[in-house]
């Protein structure tokens, strides 16, 4: 297959993790990276309902066994909060911790970073909100992740949600790059249907939105290859057969792929688009992708048609002597039957009206993220609005 063509030029910048452990059992390995880290008095980040899974005393178990003295904050929200990072901040503050382990979905991991740079940065997080660099890093943090789908583990990036207004945002730089990584695929085997779909085409989302994104460049594009055929291949065996150690751990390595590609590539307009629909909504972010890629791939494909061809070729839903126009069709179609394979619903379908007034308000929350400004095809906030009323 031909080399995917880039734009002449392009600088790749990297950031990620010291130490990246994947495979099953290496959250178990927690102790011994806190040991190479010299760090020895943690705060776990979570939140209850991995408690009662027993997600949490799989990692204190270790850690007990080896005298660590830890303490738990597990008041995490689904799509955190300032208001939830306040609280894990004072918790964090309230104790002689000298790090901090991020354990669960990407609300844990996103709220453990943020705990971390706001313990040393001044101000409220929301100053912080993209396009400011956070490059002040705080306490060391070690990132395990229970989904295999957000990528967070890996990335420059956390999400978190105002509660003054509704509106989620960016935050990144290198302060958000977790110290330590442990990838293990184990924990994935407790999610249901719906959490395997919405997390597979989150991680599905940060591949293909890397290689098509204006900022790509191929060492971003060697995890973004990578990652897409593990996806299209796993994803509806893994929701089919929960415990199916092949397909769960072909996911969890796609997800990490994914999230070094797009962690230094950057996404671009589906997720621009989906924060919104998660704010305003409470739609889960993977879920909310899933609702936009089919469409948003269809408008952005002209821009770049010879990398959303790549996409189809590399999952097989496309031939290499498919000409690149099939191939995109392809790859609409088949992100299309993906949809309807994993049960993904429209908003109105879950109940959410079509409002104008806030169509226009999350077009404008969209554009300032700055991820649309990433895409192939930068729209206008116009065309953005007509996008949700398409999805709607």
Same mark, same amino acid.
């Given at each position: #297959?031909?080399?995917?063509p880039?734009q002449p030029?392009?600088i790749?910048?990297v950031?990620?993790?010291r ?10 390995? $927690?102790?011994?990276v #806190?040991?190479q880290?010299g760090?020895?008095r943690?705060?776990?980040v979570?939140?209850t309902n991995?408690v ?5 005393q799989?990692v204190?178990?270790?850690l007990d ?5 830890w303490r738990l904050?597990?008041?995490v929200v689904?799509d955190?909060?300032?208001?939830? $990072?306040?609280?894990g901040l004072?918790a964090?503050r309230?104790?002689?911790?000298d790090c901090?382990?991020g354990?669960g979905?990407?609300s844990p991991?996103? &709220?453990?970073k943020?705990?971390s740079?706001?313990s040393?940065?001044p ?7 993209a396009p400011?660099q ?5 306490p ?8 295999g789908?957000?990528?967070s583990e ?6 978190i &949600?105002?509660t003054a207004q509704?509106e989620k945002?960016n935050?990144?730089?290198?302060a958000c790059?977790a ?13 249901p249907w719906?959490?395997t779909a919405?997390?597979a085409?989150d991680?599905l989302?940060h591949?293909m939105?890397?290689l098509v ?10 995890f973004?290859? +990578?990652a897409m055929p593990?996806?299209?291949?796993h994803?509806? #065996?893994?929701c ?5 150690a092949?397909?769960?751990s072909?996911l969890?390595l796609?997800a +990490? /792929?994914?999230?070094m ?6 996404v671009?307009l589906?997720h621009?688009m989906s @924060?919104?629909?998660g704010a305003h909504?409470h %739609? ?5 992708n899933?609702m936009l ?8 494909i002209g821009?770049a048609q ?6 189809a070729? $590399? #999952?097989?839903w496309a031939r290499?002597?498919?000409t690149d126009a099939t191939?995109?069709e392809?790859? %609409?179609?088949?992100l299309?039957?993906?949809n309807a394979?994993?049960? %993904?619903?429209?908003?109105?379908s879950?109940?959410?009206? +079509?409002?104008?007034?806030i ?6 929350q969209?554009?300032a993220?700055?991820?649309?400004q990433?895409n192939p095809r930068?729209? &206008?906030?116009?065309e953005i609005? /007509?996008?949700? @009323?398409?999805?709607?």
């Amino acid at each position: #297959m031909e080399r995917v063509p880039m734009q002449p030029g392009a600088i790749g910048r990297v950031q990620s993790p010291r130490i990246i452990r994947i495979g099953g059992g290496v959250a178990r390995e $927690v102790g011994e990276v #806190m040991a190479q880290l010299g760090v020895a008095r943690p705060l776990i980040v979570t939140d209850t309902n991995l408690v009662a899974l027993g997600h949490v005393q799989t990692v204190t178990d270790v850690l007990d066994a080896e005298r660590v003295d830890w303490r738990l904050f597990d008041d995490v929200v689904e799509d955190p909060t300032d208001t939830c $990072v306040d609280a894990g901040l004072a918790a964090f503050r309230n104790g002689d911790f000298d790090c901090i382990i991020g354990l669960g979905g990407g609300s844990p991991m996103d &709220t453990a970073k943020a705990i971390s740079f706001m313990s040393v940065n001044p101000g409220h997080v929301r100053d912080y909100k993209a396009p400011v660099q956070i490059d002040r890093c705080g306490p060391p943090v070690i990132l395990i992740p229970t989904t295999g789908g957000t990528g967070s583990e890996l990335t420059r990036w956390c999400v978190i &949600t105002d509660t003054a207004q509704p509106e989620k945002y960016n935050l990144s730089g290198l302060a958000c790059v977790a110290t330590a990584a442990l990838i293990d695929w184990t924990f994935t085997t407790t999610k249901p249907w719906r959490i395997t779909a919405d997390t597979a085409v989150d991680s599905l989302t940060h591949a293909m939105e890397a290689l098509v994104s204006r900022k790509a460049f191929p060492y971003a594009d060697g995890f973004a290859l +990578a990652a897409m055929p593990a996806i299209a291949k796993h994803v509806r #065996m893994a929701c089919a057969e929960p415990e199916n150690a092949t397909a769960r751990s072909a996911l969890m390595l796609a997800a +990490a /792929q994914a999230g070094m590609a797009f962690s230094n590539a950057s996404v671009a307009l589906v997720h621009g688009m989906s @924060r919104p629909i998660g704010a305003h909504f409470h %739609v889960a972010h993977g879920l909310s992708n899933a609702m936009l890629l089919p469409k948003v791939t269809q408008f952005s494909i002209g821009a770049a048609q010879a990398r959303y061809a790549t996409c189809a070729r $590399v #999952m097989d839903w496309a031939r290499d002597h498919d000409t690149d126009a099939t191939a995109c069709e392809r790859l %609409v179609e088949n992100l299309t039957v993906l949809n309807a394979d994993l049960k %993904v619903p429209s908003p109105s379908s879950l109940g959410h009206a +079509a409002k104008p007034a806030i169509f226009e308000l999350m077009a404008a929350q969209a554009l300032a993220s700055g991820s649309p400004q990433n895409n192939p095809r930068i729209p &206008t906030q116009d065309e953005i609005v /007509q996008l949700y @009323r398409d999805i709607w």
